[in-house]
């Protein structure tokens, strides 16, 4: 089991910037595949981004990738999504999630979810 714990989101204007971090504890943390999902309301959960367990390897949607990037810290347990030059189109609560097979990007891959935290961009 993995149990993970994102950051407090928050509300932010337009423009602005945010890190979210996401601390797991249980099964070895530094094999997990990490991603990052999102969901506005009303819409589907989207796929943010996802990094390999050694953080060589990472893939952000191309619909996000000229703005948030994805990093990881095995030491500390710690996996964070950097957010620049937010948009209102932003705004949703934000997933991270765990699994010990490949990268995905569908929500169905990963196993291990946290309680999600909302994150608002005001225009």
């Known amino acids: 089991q993995v149990q993970l714990v994102e950051s407090v989101g928050g509300l932010v204007q337009a423009g602005g910037s945010l890190r979210l971090s996401c601390v797991a504890s249980?099964?070895?943390?530094?094999?997990?595949?990490m991603g990052w999902f999102r969901q506005a309301s009303g819409k589907e959960r989207e796929f943010v981004g996802a990094?390999?367990?050694?953080?060589?390897?990472?893939y952000v949607a191309p619909s996000v990738a000229d703005r948030f990037t994805i990093s990881r810290d095995n030491v500390n347990n710690t996996v964070y999504l950097q957010m620049d030059s937010l948009r209102p189109e932003d705004t949703a609560v934000y997933y991270c999630a765990g699994d010990f097979d490949g990268m995905g990007i569908r929500a169905s891959d990963y196993d291990y979810w946290g309680q999600g935290t909302q994150v608002t961009v005001t225009s």
């Open positions: 990094i390999s367990w050694s953080g060589g390897n990472i």
């Open positions: 249980g099964r070895t943390f530094s094999r997990c595949v």
